[in-house]
């Protein structure tokens, strides 16, 4: 019985994680309710209490989640290749997972929860980058690094945006490709 219940309690923070996905994509996150949560998940106001206090503990859960399994596939990515050399297969993994639940995605690239996820993001790469680049460099002035990696990371950033908002419509591949080619190019200039 306990099997069922873990079972039953996964779905249910998915239904709910799932509802306030589409939500955000509907309306402000300040206007969403727990009642239209609980209408657009199909469950009942007892059971999204069961598992959270709240529409903004679901938000947090969804980008906490969301940055682990991210995280997770840069640590994969880095075991396989401790150098990350082949720019293009790293980002293919990260555009190919965001492509795996596009929808989902989609949904929440149309709030203002995608920008602290993206920052998240962001800050975690820009320090592990920024040490191996001052590494590179053989300079403790890490004003050159900075400017490099603010650019770069702002710019793959709002690639993504784009293709996540359908602004940009291409394969998980390409993105991966074209974001590859101009980060090489960077990093040519940079060094």
Known sequence: MAKAEYRSSIRSKTLIKKAVAKLIHEKDISKITVSDVIREADISRGTFYAHYPDIHSVIDQIETEEVRKLVNLVSMV???????????SFLSIICNHLY???EYYKMLMHSSFVENFLSRIISIYYEETLSKLLKLDGSDDSTKADIYLTFTTNGAKEVFV?????RLVCTPDEIASNLANLLELCHKIYG
């Open 78 to 88: 880095k075991e396989k290749n401790s150098d990350i050399k082949d720019t293009t």
């Open 100 to 102: 795996s639940d596009f």
């Open 162 to 166: 784009a293709w996540l908002q359908g």
